[in-house]
């Protein structure tokens, strides 16, 4: 194995700030204008009546009345889902205990406005650690020193771009602030876990965010500020996790990128089986630092037993 090293660059100079600061830090950044509110809604509403997804609009109605009068506080069952069907429930309480135990039984919170729901697709697009791929091009950016990687440096600036505009697309987000303030709770419980990249002037430049379910992460949103800086950030964590004993990598949805990187899609039924084994196993603890630099992960073969 090549050598490990860590590279120290400029970046946050602490770990992070003091609770009170980072409390104030969160009040200023997870809050939308009105113009984003009303514009979330406007665009939510004509992403949610197009006509692939105009269907899924009775069953979502049911679950909401039911829920106005008899609201459920248990969990749905995934495995109960049938057919293409993805929505599961209503998402009422999106405290830690309650996501964590969503996430291990194969569900996860998602709105664009309105109620959170749960969801769980009946193909999900996942990750086998040791099928990962990493093209020629990417190898040799990761080996021209230009950017720093870390872990769990600056959930607050990663979660915001995550929210934020992207070029050339309208701006339509899941990642409300109220699911801003779910997931710092997840964080502060040291379940969610962050990659940022850093180029040479200190500047984020890319990262991502996901839920640590013992040997699975999950990932719920990556972004980028410099082309292919989110690719390179992720696979410096994917380096990590496989030096940490995590199996898989769930994306939920598979598209051309991830299918890129050896992603692929799975049944609902056998991630619900992945999830039995591997959800209760030990997961790696604490806050996460990186072990190694990009030279030194730009050499991994992953499946290679050396």
């Known amino acids: 194995m090549s050598e490990q090293r860590v590279i120290a660059r400029a970046m946050p100079a602490s770990f992070g700030p003091a609770r009170g600061a980072r409390e104030d830090k969160r009040s200023a950044l997870f809050r939308e204008t009105p113009f984003e509110a009303c514009e979330r809604v406007v665009l939510g509403t004509a992403w949610a009546l197009r006509l692939k997804r105009v269907l899924r609009l009775l069953p979502l109605a049911r679950l909401w009345l039911l829920s106005l009068f008899t609201p459920r506080r248990a969990l749905p069952d995934a495995g109960a889902l049938r057919g293409n069907s993805e929505l599961a429930g209503i998402a009422h309480d999106l405290s830690v205990p309650t996501l964590l135990a969503a996430y291990r039984r194969g569900l996860f919170p998602h709105a664009h406005f309105g109620p959170a729901k749960w969801l769980s697709p009946p193909k999900r697009g996942v990750l086998l650690l040791d ?3 990493i093209t020629t091009r990417l190898r040799s950016m990761m080996r021209q020193d230009r950017y720093t990687v870390t872990f769990d440096r600056d959930f607050e600036g990663v979660i915001k771009a995550c929210a934020g505009r992207r070029q050339g697309r309208l701006h339509l987000t899941w990642i409300t602030p109220r699911m801003m303030r779910a997931y710092a709770a997840l964080y502060d419980a040291g379940h969610v876990h962050t990659f ?8 984020l430049a ?3 965010y996901g839920v640590a379910v013992g040997r699975v992460f999950v990932i719920e949103s990556q972004f980028f500020h410099e082309s292919n800086a989110s690719k ?9 996790l496989a030096r940490w004993g995590f199996v898989m990598c769930d994306n939920k949805w598979l598209n051309a990128t991830t299918a890129q990187m050896g992603f692929r899609e799975i049944p609902r039924a056998e991630y619900l089986r992945w999830l039995a084994t591997l959800a209760d196993a030990p997961a790696h603890g604490g806050r996460w630092q990186a072990e190694a630099g990009l030279a030194a992960v730009a050499d991994w073969r992953p499946g290679d037993d050396n």
């Open 131 to 133: 099928e990962f791929h």
């Open 196 to 203: 940022e990249v850093w180029n040479r002037c200190g500047e």
């Open 206 to 208: 890319g990262g991502g």
């Open 232 to 240: 390179i950030g992720f696979t410096v964590l994917a380096w990590h």
